[in-house]
């Protein structure tokens, strides 16, 4: 079983910068990758970033240049530095573990709020 925890959320003026984390423990060495979702009002969960098991990352079109995903093994940590916020960047953010066999692990999520 996974548990994953996320921290760093809250408001922010458009153009200002947030980190969060998501502290992950449990059977963590079955991850295949981790990544950030997030879901708006009325929207669907969508992909934000992910950072492969070997390090490569990948970012959705509306936010490459602007966030970037991390990690830190030692702390079985995975951070998402996000810069040049925006008001449409509003959303819950979901920390997501995705193992080897399929399964998908969700933390609880952490709301952002970008004003204009």
């Known amino acids: 079983q996974v548990q994953l925890v996320e921290s760093g959320g809250g408001l922010v003026q458009a153009g200002g910068s947030l980190r969060l984390s998501c502290a992950a423990s449990?059977?963590?060495?079955?991850?295949?990758?981790m990544g950030w979702y997030r879901q708006a009002p009325g929207n669907q969960r969508e992909l934000v970033a992910t950072i492969m098991s070997g390090g490569s990352t990948n970012y959705a079109a509306s936010v490459k240049g602007r966030f970037t995903i991390s990690s830190d093994n030692a702390k079985n940590t995975v951070y998402l530095q996000m810069n040049s916020l925006k008001p449409e960047d509003t959303a819950v953010y979901y920390c997501?573990?995705?193992?080897?066999?399929?399964?998908?692990?969700w933390g609880q999520g952490t709301q952002v709020t970008v004003s204009s």
């Open positions: 997501n573990m995705r193992t080897w066999y399929g399964d998908d692990n």
């Open positions: 449990g059977s963590i060495f079955s991850a295949k990758y």
